[in-house]
Nanobody
Framework: QVQLQESGPGLVNPSQTLSLTCIVSGGSITASDYYWNWIRQSPGKGLEWIAR???????YYSPSLKSRTSISRDNAKNTIYLQMSDLRPEDTAVYYC???????????????WGQGTQVTVSS
């Protein structure tokens, strides 16, 4: 059973950079079983996929967020990271880390989710 635990700062000022952490247990982030995704949900809106890193370390980004976003990993810590720069109030959302079987890539079908971490962008 894969478990994901996100953490983040909670409140961020506009224009600052957000750093989120997702600690993975019960499975290796370098195994071919899953891709590792960051997804967010803003109030009153649907899920928005942000970025993905696969077991080889290849990265993929939402075109609308690519210029401000970076996904990375630490294999030794079995941890996935997300950085998002130039934060705006519209980036306020619950941010989730999720594991996805490669066959479901490009869909919103995920096998395991973290509990999510609230990020509020406000001065």
């Amino acid at each position: 059973q894969v478990q994901l635990q996100e953490s983040g700062p909670g409140l961020v000022n506009p224009s600052q950079t957000l750093s989120l952490t997702c600690i993975v247990s019960g499975g290796s982030i370098t195994a071919s079983d899953y891709y590792w995704n960051w997804i967010r949900q803003s109030p009153g809106k649907g899920l928005e996929w942000i970025a993905r890193i696969d077991y080889s370390g290849n990265t993929y980004y939402s075109p609308s967020l690519k210029s401000r976003t970076s996904i990375s990993r630490d294999n030794a810590k079995n941890t996935i990271y997300l950085q998002m720069s130039d934060l705006r109030p519209e980036d306020t959302a619950v941010y989730y880390c999720a594991a996805q079987e490669p066959v479901n890539s490009g869909t919103h079908v995920y096998d395991y989710w973290g509990q999510g971490t609230q990020v509020t962008v406000s001065s």
